[in-house]
DNA sequence: GCACCACATATCATCTGAGGTATGCAGATT
DNA sequence: AATCTGCATACCTCAGATGATATGTGGTGC
């Protein structure tokens, strides 16, 4: 066997050489097939010669008319129909991964955000490129960084935690933050105008836990009249308790305007309202979050488009 | 879109590259496939990075022990699987046809030749190559010739006829082949030795036309013991009519002696005998006949040389 | 016999790609 | 802090692939 010369034939076809042996076996015609290569004849006749000295044989007969295959060329061509239709694809899905038309993208978020940013964002990609899997992250601004900083998101928006190096961080600030008192309608202080942080102190409160930014904003904001801080308080982060207990009782309920608008206001069809305060609650503000030497995806970065789209 | 350098991402993509990107996305380290594919790590980490710059981004992700796919990468594994599935396909089917495992292989013989070398040396080539396409064409040497030269025949067994060009073509000399006479045992002679062509004389006789290389020896035997040739004569070369005769009549058919052979002594089951001559009746040599120009592929030369073996 | 057609061959210039070694860099480990 | 591991980068070499032009060859058709 003179073996040796054609170690490994078909690692050297490179997918142009498949793609011109099918020319020529669909023109029949050496000359057609270059040009349609944009290749001159007789490159393409060395090439098809050089592959098939590799193969061990011709590929084509030789008619005064033009080239039919023989058994082996028809074999080649039989895979290279193959071949090429995978490599188109690979292409093709490629593309649309690369170009952000399909993907997969994770963003994380606290709650205001989440409801106010990002879900409009999500819905407004969800209708331009419904190939891309989204999936939001919903927790606090911790939880968020550090999954961020473990790869888990592509990006987040969430409050600066203060442990963190900024410099691994791109920052963005999102728009600011007012908190809402949510209240069940027949609440004492429900349709009142102006109501004043001092005619609050004395009702029910189910506020979350210390050191959440709602609390923390909630607190600020009492202190920063020399008032204390509501006495009859009910901690808790569920929304379910929260809801439960607006639901049975007069309890004032602080939540990100946000997600105090989508309760009051959407078609969930909760029956809720948001006090009218005299001063309005203001939150630390948040940033979207990225790390600074991990690249969005495109998937991820259209995400962040339409994220800042809604800002 | 920053399109210009990603035209064709994939079709720049070789085998090799592939084989490369499955052996990362394997091992889950850079170094490994590198030195599984023999090649050092700077140089995979070079293949790697260009491929990822056609793609229009990151195939793996690097981590501090190693890199996993990314999803684009787990695509162009996806595909990589499949690409390299068939090649492999395409490398191991080009084999078996160059080195003769298999292919379509079409002979030509004259009767003689036909049973007595290509029988045999089909049912080596069967035995061996199993394969292997095998096509028997019986014919009159000149309707083989002119099969050969169309090209319906890779190589035929026939005699030389005289209107051709023997520069065209290769030729071996076959081994010689005798006549013999085929009787129904009930035949007068039938188990008499040294038969002299005299006694032939009177008897029923079916024999092939004129010219038929037969028809010939038989008569040039007769004329060289200056005998004239049998007057009651059958002109047949139908073997249909020639076996129907010996059944049911006292006729002498000349065959060859491997066709003879194969009806008297052969697992058909026909109830024939061959005459025992005083003189063998020669009929004018064959040859093994290909064209000197076309050379023969792989299986055709095996079946060429199992034919030689059987010489 | 001559023109024509299609493929093959020759020759040259060019450049991509594959490979090597040496070295840098970052995260992880001890 | 030092070291180890694993990938990236820089720089150089070189074979082989590519491509164009010019010319040869072997058929068909007038």
Redesign the interface.
Known sequence: ?ICGA?M????R????HL?LLMRIAETGQLQRAAQMAAMSQPAASRVLAEIEAR???ALFERHPKGMRP???GA??IR??K??LE??????E???R???GET??VRVGAVTGPAVGLVMPAVRQVRAEAPDIEMTIGVGTSNELVRGLVD?HYDFIIARLPPNHDSRDFRLHPARNETVSLLVRPQHPLAGRREVTLAELLEHEWVVQELPSPIRQAVEAAFHSQTLDTPPRVTNSSSLLVVLALLESTDTIAPQTREVAQMLAHGALGAKLVELHLAEPIMVSPCFIIQNRFRPL??AAERLLRAVFDHL
Chains 1, 2 share one sequence.
């Open positions: 066997m054609a490994d034939f078909a690692n076809l490179r997918p142009s793609a193969a061990g044989g023989t058994a082996l074999l080649c895979h290279a193959v071949i995978e490599y188109g694809a690979l292409e899905e490629a593309r991964v690369t170009s993907g997969r790869g995806h495109s």
